[in-house]
């Protein structure tokens, strides 16, 4: 690399610094010394290797720079003011109300993929992004911007994994050293090599370097744009706060503005106003795509047993033959989940992610900022290992499509574990997120095309055992929405299911009706958005609400219910799962959480 190249390079680096510490200091908050150690690395990357048209953040060929350290905003807001997208004041605007420049970057720039800061996040997304590189056969790379002390995150190896895996050497991980994390040194220090040796046991290709050395780095992203068959980890040492000696390498500096900007602006060289002209990417067609046709939902007799999970796997493969956009992601489950219907027939736009949770729904996320339309699936119980990438899903706005199956004590001999009980609280907890849990075969069917051009997070419950057939072919099931299965003039009251319980509340309802005691029964198949106007007529005329759900009694369906009529003042029963089941049959679980028709009966008997 040429001297004066060398020396812009520089002053590139120290103008994102000077930027970096002003925008604290304009904001009383932030972590300028956190972007202050990856300055020379973001200046290099940008100025020399990443391709994109700032113009248009849509443009399909464009790369994907991903910071992992999102704490380390003021150096991203610095880049983008270094190519002219954001003004000086919009900079200082930085953590102010109103202001697009947020403590940690979201969506809410055009430039940004997804939201960050959630450490241990972007390397998994960006395996996703890289992913969906690889299916549309796209020109575009993928640069992580990481921090050593995030390398502590288990999600970083399940990325790693999967990565090194698949061989995405599309994929670029680059990992700010600086030694220090938010209260001391982290585990490794600077010991690059203990970095190296734990990529390269993934199959990454590695490359140490001084990471504030331009040339150097150079080199290193060369290397990394030249390597085939792997994905790419430049373990770059550097310092904290690097060029301002109060705060080089000094512990107790993180997440604090400097407490005199205008001196270490000083000795910084002072501020500057270059201008970074980005390399736009090569023109491409248009990414791969695969053809759609005639959707052919499977339909179900009605009578006949059949299990929500299985009708998900088939609609989902008819779906996938409708819609070439649309993918499925497996967490090693897809002969349970029934996902392994859309891998027979599509095992192209099929990813098995394994045992990896946090990675399934990363790269779901990943997947959904090329466009496509990504299915994940699991049992509802191990997402909850996952609930942070959800919940960061809810803050990008990401369009993913979560399916929880084997949910409740339903699920019979397995015990406890395998048990989802918490899923529908923690999903309807999710910002701007749609929650359905189906009854039968033709509404998990019908549920599962809805899902398909939801925005945000959605949510599928289905359930293992097969249940019996109630909808007929055909029926719309509009997300918001509720069916009615019981009502008349006479009802004492109304039970409210959703799911396994909607069968056990009309088998409870026969029994009442023998008895002379008539109750309305709704299906509430969409838990979030729920059907008010419905939930509200039934208060109204009827008084009473019972609230019936294979799920722990806090945040689920009653709760959904109480939240829709709490100002109309009707008695609201919730029966839901209050003990800690072991092993027994389906139906002896649901008697001993008390959630059956025979708990039903004897909770509008107490009612009335």
């Known amino acids: 690399m040429a001297e004066q190249d060398l020396r812009f390079l520089g002053e590139l680096a120290a103008q994102l610094r000077v930027d970096s510490v002003r925008a604290a200091a304009a904001a009383g908050s932030g972590h300028p010394t956190s972007s202050m150690s990856a300055a020379d690395l973001m200046a290099v990357l940008l100025a020399h290797h990443v391709r994109y048209d700032f113009e248009d953040p849509g443009n399909p060929a464009n790369d994907h720079l991903i910071f992992s350290k999102g704490h380390a905003s003021p150096l991203l807001y610095s880049l983008f003011k270094a190519v002219g997208v954001i003004t000086d004041d919009e900079l200082l605007s930085f953590r102010k109300r109103g202001s697009r420049l947020e403590g940690h970057p979201t969506p809410r720039l055009p430039w940004v993929d997804v939201a960050t800061g959630s450490l241990g996040q972007g390397l998994p997304v960006g395996v996703g992004v890289a992913m969906a590189g690889r299916l549309e056969r796209g020109p575009y790379r993928v640069w992580v911007l990481c921090g050593d002390s995030e390398l502590a995150e288990g999600s970083i190896w399940e990325a790693a994994e999967q990565a090194g895996d698949t061989g995405l050497d599309n994929l670029t991980l680059i990992v700010d050293v600086n030694r220090l994390g938010q209260r001391g040194p982290t585990r490794h220090g600077w010991d690059t090599g203990a970095y190296a040796r734990r990529f390269g046991a993934f199959g990454w290709h590695t490359i140490e370097v001084d990471g504030h050395d331009p040339g150097r780095i150079h080199e290193a992203l060369e290397q990394a744009r030249d390597t085939r068959g792997r994905p790419v980890a430049i373990l770059a040492a550097t310092r904290k706060g690097a060029g301002v000696r109060a705060v080089e390498d000094r512990e107790g500096k993180h997440g604090k503005p ?351």
């Open 258 to 608: 400097l407490k005199e900007p205008d001196v270490a602006v000083a000795e910084l060289g002072g501020r500057r106003d270059l201008r970074v002209t980005v390399r736009r990417p090569e023109r491409w067609a248009e990414p791969r795509r695969f053809e759609g046709g005639e959707l052919v939902l499977p339909e179900y007799k009605v009578g006949d047993q059949v299990a929500t999970r299985s009708a998900y796997g088939e609609a989902l493969a008819a779906l996938g033959a409708a819609r070439g956009d649309v993918v499925a992601l497996d967490g090693e489950v897809a002969d349970s989940t029934k996902a392994e219907e859309f891998a027979h027939a599509f095992p192209e736009r099929f990813f098995e992610l394994y045992i990896a949770e946090q990675q399934l729904v990363a790269a779901a996320m990943g997947m959904a900022t090329r466009g496509w339309v990504p299915y994940a699936a699991t049992f509802a119980a191990f997402l909850t290992r996952a609930y942070d990438f959800i919940r960061m899903a809810g803050v990008s706005r990401s369009p993913i499509r979560l399916v929880g199956s084997h949910a409740g004590v339903s699920i019979g001999e397995d015990g406890p574990s395998q048990m989802g009980l918490e899923d529908l609280a923690m999903m309807r907890a999710v910002y701007d997120s749609t929650v359905l849990y189906p009854c039968d075969a033709n509404q998990a069917a019908a549920l599962t095309v809805e899902m398909a051009d939801l925005a945000g997070v959605s949510y599928l419950r289905t359930t293992r055992g097969a249940t019996p057939v109630i909808h007929p072919p055909g029926e719309r099931f509009p997300v918001g929405g509720s069916c009615v299965l019981r009502r008349s003039t006479s009802d004492r009251a109304t039970v409210v299911a959703a799911g396994i319980t909607v069968h056990e509340a009309l088998a409870a309802a026969d029994t009442l009706a023998a008895g002379g005691v008539r109750v309305g029964v709704l299906d509430m198949y969409s838990v979030k958005p729920i059907d008010k106007a419905v939930l509200v007529e039934a208060a109204t005329t009827t008084g009473n609400l019972i609230t019936v759900e294979d799920h722990r009694p806090e945040g689920g369906l009653g709760d959904a219910v109480l939240d829709a009529v709490c100002e109309l003042g009707p008695r609201v029963v919730k029966l839901a799962v209050q003990n800690m089941p072991g092993s027994a049959t389906p139906q002896e679980q649901l008697a001993d959480a008390r959630v059956d028709r025979h708990a039903i009966v004897a909770a509008v008997e107490r009612l009335i």
